[in-house]
Each structure stands twice: as structure tokens, then as C-alpha cells.
């Protein structure tokens, strides 16, 4: 079974621009989750999706968000970029319906802001 | 919202000895607790997890503990190897979906 799959890998972007990032989760996961991971902050919750609909959100600005399509696919946008963004996003899908369950989560982009 | 803390933030045991890290929570509705490992330039994988109505669980060289009560659970490695070597993350969650709360992580050397 393949793996939860994350595009791009890396991304370099200025300040004030915006980037949407990709997550594939794996088949049969419905539940997509997204995570940013910082040296100094650790992993911080984005949000979750579940069958398209946004199920959970964590302390962001509205500046990002997210979207899932009908096959679970989701992506997230970060709009008018900052420096502090820089960071590692992370994917992570589960089975999930109700309840916390097991997460897998993807490789990650690597997203660093000039 | 919940907050998790770990101990200790780094951690160098020699090959064969055993490594324990500690997680505290603050939510006392957080029922799932799973740790995860994170090697240089992946993402996280699970390697264990517990439920809030188990106490301990157990699987080959590695362990996790659960005190409800005093709201904290540790991960327990036996026998370390070099490839243990990783971060490793506790975290929290609710059975309300999946937004898990993550400890600051561990770096965990096993020196061979």
C-alpha cells in the first residue's frame, strides 16, 4: 500500500507571496490532516478535513487553509507569505470517522521563505 | 486547550541500556496517546500507542506507561540499538478527531 504522499518536496518562496501545497493520503483514508513543525514551536496543528468538510482547527491565522476533494486529496494554502512560515509541513492521513485512530503522516515539504 | 510537555529534550544512552521518556498532559478529556519517531528527513512514524482505559502495553523492546491520575505516560526502550537513534514525540489527543497535541520531542543518541 502506498504511503501518504506529499508535493512538493521542497519550496523556496519570497515574502507576500503564496504557496499551496499538496497532500495525497492513502487509499482509503478519509480523514487528512496537516501539521507544521518548526525547531522552535515543535508540531502544531493546522487542521483536519474530513470527507471534504474542515472537521478541526488549530491557533493559525487565517491566512492559511485548506481544501479536500472528493478523493480525499487536500491541499493547503499559506497566502502573503512571512518569514516565520519557513518550516517543515507535514500531511498526515487516518481511517478515522469519529475518534482519535492512528495517523500516518507523509514526508513533509520543506517550505523556506526569503 | 491541551498543552504536553516532554523530558528530557535530549538523550544519550549507550548501546544495550535502556532510554525513558516522560510526557505530562493537561487535558484530562485526552484519551489517546501515541509516541512517534522521526528520522532525519522523514515524517513521523507511529511506533506505539495507548488508550486512556489501558495502563501499559508492550511491544518487543518497546513500552508505554499511562497514569491517568497523575495525567502522564513514558515510553520505555530496552535494549537500545544504534538505529533507535531518532526523535522521538509524545502527543495527545481526544477522541474528537484527530488534532493531536505534540510534545517538544527527544533527541535520543545510542552511543555503540
Known amino acids: 500500500k502506498a504511503g501518504v504522499t506529499q508535493t512538493p518536496r521542497y519550496l523556496i518562496k519570497t515574502r507576500g507571496q503564496q504557496v499551496t501545497l499538496s497532500c495525497s493520503p492513502i487509499s482509503g483514508h478519509r480523514s487528512v490532516s496537516w501539521y507544521q513543525q518548526t525547531p522552535g514551536q515543535g508540531l502544531q496543528f493546522l487542521f483536519e478535513?474530513?470527507?471534504?468538510?474542515?472537521?478541526n482547527k488549530g491557533n493559525f491565522p487565517g491566512r492559511f487553509s485548506g481544501r479536500q476533494f472528493s478523493n480525499s486529496r487536500s491541499e493547503m494554502n499559506v497566502s502573503t507569505l512571512e518569514l516565520g512560515d519557513s518550516a517543515l509541513y507535514l500531511c498526515?492521513?487516518?481511517?478515522?470517522?469519529?475518534?482519535?485512530?492512528?495517523?500516518?503522516f507523509g514526508p513533509g515539504t520543506r517550505l523556506t521563505v526569503l | 486547550g491541551e498543552n504536553v510537555e516532554q523530558h528530557p529534550s535530549t538523550l544519550s544512552v549507550q548501546e544495550g541500556d535502556s532510554a525513558v521518556i516522560k510526557c505530562t498532559y493537561s487535558?484530562?478529556?485526552?484519551?489517546?496517546f501515541p509516541w512517534y519517531k522521526q528520522e532525519l528527513g522523514k515524517g513521523p512514524q507511529l511506533i506505539i500507542d495507548i488508550r486512556s482505559n489501558v495502563g501499559e502495553k508492550k511491544d518487543q523492546r518497546i513500552a508505554v506507561t499511562l497514569n491517568k491520575t497523575a495525567k502522564h505516560f513514558s515510553l520505555h526502550i530496552t535494549e537500545t540499538q544504534p538505529e533507535d537513534s531518532a526523535v522521538y514525540f509524545c502527543?495527545?489527543?481526544?477522541?474528537?478527531?484527530?488534532?493531536?497535541?505534540f510534545g517538544t520531542g527527544t533527541s535520543l543518541t545510542v552511543i555503540p
Open positions: 498526515a492521513s487516518s481511517l478515522a470517522r469519529l475518534g482519535a485512530v492512528e495517523q500516518f
Open positions: 487535558d484530562s478529556a485526552s484519551n489517546y
Open positions: 478535513y474530513f470527507s471534504e468538510t474542515q472537521r
Open positions: 502527543a495527545a489527543s481526544r477522541n474528537t478527531g484527530n488534532q493531536f497535541y
